[in-house]
């Protein structure tokens, strides 16, 4: 990306000096100084090739440990809570399931 971004003054120079050519035969103030419109040119084409570069480098490792990043070892906490072998958390979900229910069953107001 950075082989493109570094290179990309080189390509757009020569090309907006022969259009700068073609706009002077009708506007021959705004043809001699077309050729300077390419600095703004790059520097949004570098920015966004930049941007997007940023955002797949965040996006490619979900998991390290970001701010951004998926909750694994929570959720992992969670399910083995949830879903554990011990007859202690499940009765103590059943309970806190029950409560939850029963306290919302008596405020609907439907």
Known sequence: MWIFVLSLP??????????GQEV?????????L??????PFYAAVAWVFHTMERIGR?????FEGSANDVPV???ARVLKFI?????ENQKMIFQNN???????KS????
């Open 10 to 19: 080189l390509a757009i120079i020569s090309q907006f000096a022969e259009i």
């Open 24 to 32: 002077a035969e009708n506007l021959p103030i705004l043809g001699d």
């Open 34 to 39: 077309f050729m300077w419109l390419s600095i």
């Open 58 to 62: 965040t996006g490619e490792n979900p």
């Open 73 to 75: 070892s929570t959720i």
């Open 83 to 87: 879903y554990g072998k011990t007859q």
């Open 98 to 104: 029950f409560r939850w229910y029963m306290m919302l």
């Open 107 to 110: 405020s609907d107001q439907y």
